[in-house]
């Protein structure tokens, strides 16, 4: 099945390189219009597909298109934010009633968007060989996915406290200091995550990161272990 969904989503991404449309997308415009920062970069798909025999409306699509349950990845979406998200049409799609079902999905006030973005909607349209079938996928970049994130943290920390595994990676030539860097990268991507729902952004984010490198540089490097506990630490202040 996700195998499937990964297939699904790579087709719906590339569809305009294939097939012409009133609106087409590529794959610079979509990277462009939902990443605002080099870091917040993770964006999940939701795949929405209707049944010929009993088509959906454009309107219940693109509603269905910001629900959990058509998402590839499990999402907090009433305690996170839409930073941005690119939603890709296949098939007979009007501009107008694209535009109205996003103008009720913004007036129900279920999806929680950024002040600082305008207009958090990139709307790509591309024909397809059987117009009969309209189907759709979007691209969100939302601050629920840093509970994914969270949860991948956690799993490491319970995994290197035991060192399991540890051996199949030096085995291959791997360093112990390349395991705390890649913990202290994941602390930084969920902070960034987490900042973005404070009324400050990155700024408080790049504020206490700063402080925190000082603070360590003027520490030193005392092993791995520091390293990974100022990582989990770093994480915990930044999200408080």
């Not at 294939?18 to 415009?29: A, E, M, V, Y």
């Not at 998402?71 to 890709?88: H, I, M, R, V």
């Not at 989990?232 to 202040?237: D, E, H, K, S, T």
Request: aromatic share 10%; charged share 20%; proline share 5%.
């Amino acid at each position: 099945s996700s195998g499937i969904n990964a297939e699904y989503g790579i087709s719906s991404v590339t569809a305009p390189i294939r097939f012409t449309g009133p609106i087409t997308c590529d794959l610079n415009t979509i990277q462009t219009n939902i990443v605002p920062y080099p870091r917040i970069s993770y964006t999940v798909a939701s795949l929405v597909d209707t049944n010929p025999t009993d088509p959906s409306s454009v309107a219940d699509m693109t509603s269905s298109c910001f629900s959990p349950d058509t998402a590839t990845t499990d999402l907090t979406l009433p305690e996170g934010k839409l930073l941005s998200t690119c939603l890709l049409y296949r098939g007979v799609a009007h501009v107008g009633q694209i535009n109205s079902a996003l103008a009720h999905v913004r007036s129900l006030r279920t999806l929680k968007t950024t002040s600082w973005v305008p207009c958090p909607f990139k709307v790509g349209i591309t024909n397809t060989p059987d117009q009969s079938v309209l189907s759709m996928c979007a691209l969100s970049n939302h601050t629920g996915i840093e509970s994914t994130i969270c949860s991948l943290n956690t799993k490491y920390d319970r995994l290197y406290a035991r060192r399991a595994f540890l051996y199949w990676y030096h085995g291959e030539g791997m360093e112990s200091g390349e395991f705390s860097c890649a913990r202290e990268e994941m602390a930084a991507w969920e902070s960034d995550y987490t900042c973005e729902n404070r009324p400050y952004g990155h700024w408080y984010n790049y504020r206490y990161a700063e402080a925190e490198d000082e603070s360590s540089s003027e520490s030193g490097d005392s092993g791995v272990e520091e390293a990974v506990d100022t990582a989990i630490r770093r994480n915990r202040w930044v999200g408080e």
